[in-house]
């Protein structure tokens, strides 16, 4: 068992928790710092402009505790933001990839999540209360630990205890191919981070705000502290407003118009805020008519942000910057980013490679010298150092005002109804493709097939099981079961059926006397009734039925299927236009789909119960155009 004091809590609702550990032989504390060096020398041009929404991508060594041998990770709080999650499993496959001594587990507060964005094409066996620590990266490819035949054993009777980390990496190790996971789970998971890098750019938007001059320096050095302005807005209190009654660091007085790059998350939380200065501020806004009315609200805020930032900093040593950027460790990651043409060519001392050498800075300081410095600058804290040490020009500001690039369009906030039923049906076509989808769209036989399919799989305590194929599972008839089952409700106590249901009980060999007047030679005459005469019994049983539910009006609610030939029926005054008219079979097929649209109608094109069974099984319902045609003219 693990020790208690090495047992880590889950991570908490919006983190993520990552760690890459050494395959058995390739592992040891310097090994590890040695790996972890080389991973942000490659990952820096990736990640020194990467704006977090609450905490970086960050690793330093872990020693080993208990059953959890040493390696490096981290965790890191993603808020709102869930894309930055997914932006750090492309991380965590990328450098799987680039390290192949490197084994990495990925996980958050609901465990496995990498499963759950597969979950419709995991393996029965494969459940939350097994999973743990069967799920990592290798050589940039999932893979997923079966279970032995000895715990498929124990899982069946009770829990075993899971699988440790240890003894995992030795299987994986052994046997890497045997254990890569199934072509559509890797795919569901592959797809979800598809895009990166590129992706990052398509996150971002970018805005005109009307800020202070100095927030406009801070941030053409540190652009991510954007995230924190954000956040400290976001989540301000009566409190954090006190300060923002003066203005001591950003006074409103010097405010200039700038180009301001957020995530759409961020823009989203800051634009979608409703808020009115204090007008002991100096902040005021122009009227919702003019122009330029957004970009001096979003300045607004993102200045409260910052004052509010500034006002819960700590004293800083002004020494601290340079102390950190000194040292064999700075030199040798300066001259990696250099090998790699991180400075894309730019003259040392230029504009753009002091904006780039400012970048990578940052980086340097909160990931990779984070084991070295014992120190960690507050979001304020690094906003007045900024300001105590960077000297910028307001009228080189306000001629930059003149020439800003076009903003981009916000339209993406607003979702129409239509917009988002195509969303969610394109993401359930993506997650269960059809080889013929098109055709499955309009093809009313495969509504049936698909719901019939639904009706006959066998569901568990866990909930029902939808079938994606309506050939996926034969169904069977076991005779011999059947007729046992049969024996035991009618065949041994003729008490057991109600005498109220005959109509004539000459008809079946069952007999309503008592029990005790009931000899033992009749007992066993009873008892020898084949399974033949049974079945035979229960049909007479059900035509009786049929030819009492004849003189009612139930059966003209059913569709019934049509007859090509009448036929002289015997031994009864009835022509055979009439009885066909009562005992005609109804037509399953074609009732089932004329409810199914008379139900879908009835939704109006939102939401429904028709809708979401039928879509969860991959079949689509055209458009109602036509609600008097929809159930009868298609039904035809």
């Known amino acids: 068992m693990e020790p208690e004091s090495c047992r880590r809590a889950a991570p908490a609702e919006d983190a993520v928790r990552y760690?890459?550990?050494?395959?058995?032989?390739?592992?040891?504390?310097?090994?590890?710092?040695?790996?972890?060096?080389?991973?942000?020398?490659?990952?820096?041009?990736?990640?020194?402009?990467?704006?977090?929404?609450?905490?970086?991508?960050?690793?330093?060594?872990?020693?080993?505790?208990?059953?959890?041998?040493?390696?490096?990770?981290?965790t890191t709080l993603f808020g709102d933001n869930v894309e930055d999650e997914w932006f750090i499993v492309y991380l965590v496959r990328e450098i799987s990839r680039a390290f192949p001594e490197l084994v990495a587990r990925i996980d958050d507060s609901d465990g496995e999540f990498l499963l759950i964005e597969a979950a419709d094409f995991l393996p029965e066996w494969l459940s939350p209360e097994n999973s743990e620590n069967r799920v990592f990266f290798y050589k940039g490819e999932l893979h997923i630990i079966p279970l032995s035949e000895?715990?498929?054993?124990?899982?069946?009777?009770?829990?075993?205890?899971?699988?440790?980390?240890?003894?995992?990496?030795?299987?994986?190790?052994?046997?890497?191919?045997?254990?890569?996971?199934?072509?559509?789970?890797?795919?569901?998971?592959?797809?979800?981070?598809?895009?990166?890098?590129?992706?990052?750019?398509?996150?971002?938007?970018?805005?005109?705000?009307?800020?202070?001059?100095?927030?406009?320096?801070?941030?053409?050095?540190?652009?991510?502290?954007?995230?924190?302005?954000v956040q400290a807005f976001y989540l301000r209190d009566p409190t954090d407003?006190?300060?923002?009654?003066?203005?001591?660091?950003?006074?409103?007085?010097?405010?200039?118009?700038?180009?301001?790059?957020?995530?759409?998350?961020?823009?989203?939380?800051?634009?979608?805020?409703?808020?009115?200065?204090?007008?002991?501020?100096?902040?005021?806004?122009?009227?919702?008519?003019?122009?330029?009315?957004?970009?001096?609200?979003?300045?607004?805020?993102?200045a409260h942000g910052f004052e509010i930032l500034c006002s819960k900093c700590t004293e800083v040593s002004p020494d601290l910057k340079r102390n950190v950027f000194r040292g064999p460790l700075w030199e040798r990651y300066l001259g990696s980013l250099k090998e790699k043409e991180y400075f894309k060519g730019e003259m040392e001392g230029s504009a753009k490679y002091l904006e780039l050498l400012h970048l990578t800075e940052h980086y340097f300081q909160h990931s990779v010298n984070k084991l070295e410095s014992p120190i960690e600058m507050s979001p304020g804290d690094e906003i007045l150092t900024l300001l105590r040490t960077t000297t910028f020009d307001v009228k080189e500001f306000e001629r930059e005002a003149t020439c800003l690039p076009p903003e981009d369009d916000d339209s993406w906030l607003e979702i129409s109804p239509d917009a988002l039923d195509q969303m969610l049906k394109e993401a359930t076509v993506e997650s269960h493709p059809s080889s013929n989808e098109e055709e499955q769209k309009y093809d009313l036989e495969a509504v049936a097939e698909s719901m019939k399919a639904f009706v006959s799989k066998v569901s568990t305590h866990k909930g029902a099981e939808v079938p994606w194929s309506s050939d996926e599972t034969n169904v069977t008839f076991d005779v011999d079961s059947f007729t046992k089952a049969l024996d035991r409700i009618l065949g041994a106590d003729s008490e057991e059926l109600d005498s109220d249901d005959l109509d004539e009980e000459e008809?079946?060999?069952?007999?309503?006397?008592?029990?005790?007047?009931?000899?033992?030679?009749?007992?066993?005459?009873?008892?020898?009734?084949?399974a033949h005469e049974l079945i035979g019994s229960l049909k007479s049983y059900m035509d009786e039925m049929d030819r009492e539910l004849a003189q009612t009006n139930v059966g003209k609610s059913f569709t019934t299927q049509k007859k090509g030939v009448t036929t002289t029926l015997q031994n009864t005054g009835l022509d055979s236009e009439e009885e066909?008219?009562?005992?005609?079979?109804?037509?399953v097929d074609m009732n089932l789909v004329t409810n199914l649209l008379e139900s879908y109608s009835a939704q109006a094109g939102l939401a429904g119960h028709t809708s979401n069974i039928l879509q969860s099984m991959g079949v689509y319902l055209p458009e109602n155009t036509d609600r008097a045609s929809s159930g009868e003219g298609a039904a035809e």
């Open 241 to 302: 407003l006190r300060a923002c009654r003066s203005f001591r660091t950003f006074p409103p007085e010097e405010r200039v118009m700038t180009m301001v790059t957020f995530t759409k998350c961020l823009y989203a939380q800051l634009v979608q805020q409703k808020f009115a200065p204090d007008r002991r501020s100096g902040y005021t806004l122009p009227p919702p008519s003019h122009p330029q009315y957004k970009a001096h609200e979003l300045g607004m805020k993102l």
């Open 507 to 530: 008809e079946f060999d069952f007999s309503d006397e008592d029990e005790d007047d009931l000899d033992a030679e009749n007992r066993r005459e009873d008892d020898e009734v084949s």
């Open 580 to 587: 066909d008219a009562q005992l005609t079979p109804v037509d």
């Open 19 to 74: 760690r890459l550990f050494a395959l058995p032989g390739a592992g040891g504390r310097e090994r590890l710092r040695r790996c972890n060096d080389g991973i942000a020398e490659r990952l820096a041009p990736l990640l020194a402009a990467y704006i977090w929404q609450r905490q970086p991508f960050r690793l330093r060594y872990v020693p080993p505790c208990g059953d959890t041998p040493e390696h490096i990770g981290g």
């Open 150 to 229: 000895t715990e498929e054993q124990q899982w069946e009777e009770l829990p075993a205890e899971s699988l440790t980390i240890s003894k995992a990496l030795a299987l994986l190790s052994a046997h890497s191919e045997e254990f890569l996971a199934a072509e559509p789970i890797r795919r569901a998971v592959y797809k979800r981070i598809s895009g990166y890098p590129e992706k990052i750019q398509a996150s971002y938007h970018r805005a005109h705000c009307y800020l202070p001059a100095g927030i406009v320096a801070v941030l053409k050095q540190r652009p991510s502290l954007v995230a924190a302005a």
